[in-house]
């Protein structure tokens, strides 16, 4: 147990709708990363918070959104839900900011888009 | 565009084996590379190398890096049944983090 938990486990929705995906960091990490990790393009970085703020921007589409809170637990928007958007989707955190530093991933929270 | 390629893609071994999983990038401004394991749900992390030629030991796991060739190796020794996982290597770089397609290593008893 990396101490990172998500929620839900499992979400299935149909497509054009929108889904929240939440993210509790381990205790005293300040940095939360968000990952998307699907068959056909293997795991691919979303987007990273540090103390609320956004630090870095990966491969996220414009349909996506995140924000951290002033707890530091981090939620995922996803809308407009594609068919192409059904993947398991990781959140990981750190205690410090992108550089240098290991994170540890919570179990992810699988999306099916029907 | 920055990448990250693993070799192999798929490995099958035998119990007391040792493996060399491969992982070679061309990015911009890199950082770190960083090596995970995943079984059935999230990775889990193994190494992170920032420097050339300082190899990282865990137990039976190795990895070092080669900043001028651009490539990193993780040797797994008397391999284990659950040694069994996908390995994934990250590059992390301009703010962005890459990750391989992963190499799937089954080790049979």
């Known amino acids: 147990d990396s101490g990172v938990t998500q929620t839900p486990k499992h979400l299935i929705t149909a497509t054009g709708q929108r889904v929240t995906l939440r993210c509790s960091p381990r205790?005293?990490?300040?940095?939360v990363y968000w990952y998307q990790q699907s068959l056909d393009q293997g795991l691919q970085f979303l987007i990273q918070?540090?103390?609320?703020?956004?630090?870095a921007k990966g491969n996220i589409l414009e349909r996506f959104s995140a924000q951290q809170f002033p707890d530091l637990h981090s939620e995922l928007n996803l809308s407009s839900l594609e068919l192409g958007d059904s993947a398991l989707y990781f959140c990981a955190s750190s205690a410090r900011d992108f550089i240098y530093n290991e994170q540890f991933f919570g179990p992810g929270t699988r999306l099916t888009v029907l | 565009e920055d990448k990250v390629v693993q070799s192999p893609l798929s490995l099958v071994v035998h119990e007391g084996d040792t493996v060399t999983l491969n992982c070679s990038y061309e990015v911009t401004n890199f950082r770190s590379l960083l090596w995970y394991k995943q079984e059935k749900k999230a990775p889990t992390f193994l190494f992170m190398l920032t420097s050339s030629g300082i190899e990282k030991k865990s137990g039976r796991l190795s990895s070092i890096l080669d900043k001028k060739e651009l490539f990193s190796i993780l040797n797994i020794t008397a391999t284990q049944t659950g040694d069994s996982a996908v390995y994934l290597c990250?590059?992390?770089?301009?703010?962005?983090?890459?990750f391989g397609a992963g190499t799937r290593l089954t080790v049979k008893p």
């Open positions: 990250a590059v992390e770089a301009n703010n962005d983090m890459r």
């Open positions: 918070y540090y103390n609320g703020e956004e630090r």
């Open positions: 205790s005293g990490d300040l940095s």
